[in-house]
């Protein structure tokens, strides 16, 4: 008996519609891009003409369109919200992706729901929820390990819900959904797509005894997410879905990066073809790139496979938040117009409008923007560059500096270009009918379109060349998304039929194989929440759980929650409290943890969790311990000017919720 192979899922961002069709192109099964409003990435909404334009072009492979609905709502958001559900879901779009759990009280249309990562997703009882509430993928908070992964996985059914995990991209340093730092000190909203990345800004850590443990580092600051390395590890632990971060991310980025993983995911499909669990892509069609993907190239603070293969010491990317590129070389020479630097690598070549890099002395990272390059020695690698900037403003330009390029112009042109195609595999099938000629065109997944035209048959002078005109003719599938694996002729002899005729009856099979396409593809299910409805794992809810409507309080006491606070948003906690919680730990990066120094004579007892502090300008913010779940806490409170910013709004649109619990009844 065969067994029917486990899909995966590439998952890739889209700023706009132009990028998630280059995303497709190069090989996802499944694009998020934001709507017009209502997206955790303020500045990256589309208008739904282009978003229309993006799922018709997916929907010819069997791509997904998942469009993000993903911040918290105001009770007078909810409306406009379900307005744009609807169009979204009349315009086609396959699932959406949410955050606020109020939504689910409201007329939504029957379009499948996904849980956006700002559900903050770190434990079974909380995945195995989130399922039984109605939601069809979940992902996964970025800090689990494989063995967490593997529990969530075993805590919940696979075929209710999809397993979904970033592979790749930018590292939010807390639990997703658990950052208010931007929010008290700016009054903008990481949870409602406007964060100010206070995490990525230098700070002096002091202890309490304000002695200077860390001077100016970027110490919140992660490096870049990469698990090319764990994609088997994932999959075994039940990981379904690949998603890659980057919905602001420009378009040579998306085209290199979902290229990239889709080689690599290619490579396992292929390699468990014919094991007990085979594998298969979740889309139509393959992929063949012109160029060789290379994560390297983009912007990157760096690679970190974070938490997936337990605690390690090298994920902060604590010297600079910026890309630091690849070393070329160093400096041999600098004079008032250039400098010169010899490559380690001889092959390497340089461009004008390139990008390198160095550190100063102060391991800050200085850009040097090349306008030209003049090659002085190709042998010994000896290149001349001419910076935009005059040498003069070059902190700590000198002979035998490291040199590094961030930026490469020939990359950057490829990218420019066409770079993938991709094509689906179909079968083709000519033969002649009682007045004419038909075509039978079966694609990979089974679906048919056929053509017929009514032509008198004529005998070929030259049976051969007959034969060969046919194939040729029949065969020109370039100018669409077909590729044919055959072309059979079904004929009692090879028919004399002008190229003209063949023309239009291949393009008419086309046609007809795209509308069957279009008309087989299923929409995705919307999951029906489980009756009576599922218990949270919690009977009481904190500022954390992100509460800022009446209708997510609802859903909440639905499912059996007996005290509901609001959101941080709402400006009801005045005092200290977490204003981002992390699993990444400044004491461990820096050595200071007291599970470190266990065991190492002469430190025993000397080395605490005892509180430590950020400063940035005027800006302090306190970090506490939890040794126990190993986790960090950044403690602050909100400034007085954004607590006052919104109290107009929050007077029209008032919100109540309990701020003790009620007294239990009784006598019932």
Request: charged share 30%; net charge negative; glycine share 6%.
């Amino acid at each position: 008996m065969s067994l029917l192979p486990h899909q995966l899922e590439l998952l890739s961002p889209a700023r706009d519609a132009d990028i998630g069709i280059e995303a497709i192109n190069h090989g996802a099964d499944a694009i998020y891009i934001g709507g017009p409003a209502f997206g955790a990435r303020a500045t990256a909404g589309n208008d739904m003409r282009d978003l229309d334009r993006l799922i018709k072009h997916a929907h010819r492979f069997g791509s997904r369109v998942f469009i993000t609905l993903n911040t918290i709502l105001r009770d007078d958001e909810l409306e406009d919200a379900r307005k744009m559900a609807w169009q979204i879901y009349e315009a086609g779009a396959d699932a959406l992706i949410i955050q606020d759990m109020g939504l689910l009280e409201i007329d939504l249309p029957p379009i499948q729901l996904h849980a956006s990562t700002q559900t903050d997703i770190r434990t079974p009882e909380k995945a195995r929820f989130l399922q039984d509430a109605g939601l069809s993928q979940i992902v996964l908070a970025r800090e689990l390990d494989l063995q967490q992964i593997e529990a969530i996985r075993a805590a919940t059914d696979p075929n209710r819900t999809t397993i979904e995990f970033f592979v790749h991209g930018a590292l939010c340093v807390a639990y997703s959904g658990q950052c208010f730092i931007s929010h008290a000190h700016t009054g903008r909203s990481a949870n409602r797509g406007d964060c100010n990345q206070a995490c990525r800004l230098p700070y002096e850590v002091t202890d309490q005894s304000g002695r200077i443990i860390a001077h100016e580092k970027h110490v919140l600051s992660m490096k870049d997410n990469n698990q090319s390395d764990n994609l088997r590890a994932l999959i075994d632990a039940g990981v379904r879905s690949f998603k890659i971060e980057g919905r602001y991310k420009d378009m040579g980025y998306v085209k290199n990066i979902t290229a990239h993983y889709r080689k690599l995911l290619d490579e396992v499909i292929e390699e468990r073809e014919f094991s007990e669990a085979p594998l298969a892509r979740s889309s139509s069609g393959l992929t063949t790139l012109f160029f060789e993907p290379d994560p390297d190239q983009n912007f990157n603070r760096e690679f970190t496979d974070y938490f997936v293969n337990g605690r390690k010491e090298d994920i902060g990317a604590f010297d600079t938040p910026k890309t630091p590129g690849r070393s070329i070389g160093w400096v041999t020479q600098v004079d008032d117009k250039w400098f010169e630097l010899e490559t380690a690598d001889k092959d390497v070549e340089l461009h004008n409008g390139d990008g390198l890099c160095y550190y100063d002395l102060q391991k800050e990272l200085v850009g040097v923007h090349i306008n030209r390059v003049e090659c002085v020695h190709a042998k010994k690698g000896i290149w001349r560059a001419f910076p935009k900037n005059d040498i003069s403003e070059f902190k700590d330009l000198r002979k035998g500096l490291e040199i590094n390029r961030n930026r490469d112009m020939d990359w950057v042109r490829t990218l420019e270009k066409k770079s993938s195609e991709r094509r689906i595999g179909m079968w083709a099938e000519f033969k002649e009918t009682a007045n004419g000629f038909a075509l039978t065109l079966t694609d990979e997944d089974g679906f048919v379109g056929t053509a017929e035209v009514e032509q008198e048959h004529q005998s070929a002078t030259d049976a051969a060349k007959a034969e060969a005109t046919l194939r040729e003719q029949l065969g020109r599938f370039g100018a669409t998304i077909f590729e044919a694996h055959d072309i059979a002729l079904n004929v009692s002899q090879p028919w004399f039929v002008p190229a003209s005729v063949l023309n239009q009856l291949r393009r008419e099979a086309v046609a007809a194989l795209e509308v069957a396409r279009a008309e087989g593809l299923v929409r995705l299910p919307r999951a029906v929440p489980v009756e009576p409805p599922a218990a949270f794992p919690e009977d009481t809810l904190t500022y954390l759980a992100n509460v800022f409507n009446q209708k997510a309080h609802d859903f909440y006491v639905k499912h059996g929650v007996k005290v509901v606070e609001a959101a941080y948003e709402s400006k009801e906690e005045e005092g200290e409290v977490s204003l981002m919680i992390t699993k990444h730990c400044v004491r461990f990066s820096m050595s200071l943890c007291p599970k470190q120094a266990k065991g190492v004579i002469g430190v025993k007892g000397t080395i605490k969790a005892e509180p430590l502090q950020l400063i940035n300008g005027k800006e302090k913010l306190t970090l506490r311990f939890d040794c126990k779940p190993c986790e960090m806490h950044v403690v602050g409170k909100m400034k007085r000017s954004v607590m006052n910013q919104h109290a107009k709004e929050m007077q029209e649109h008032p919100m109540q919720f309990y701020r003790t619990r009620p007294t239990p009844r009784t006598g019932v």
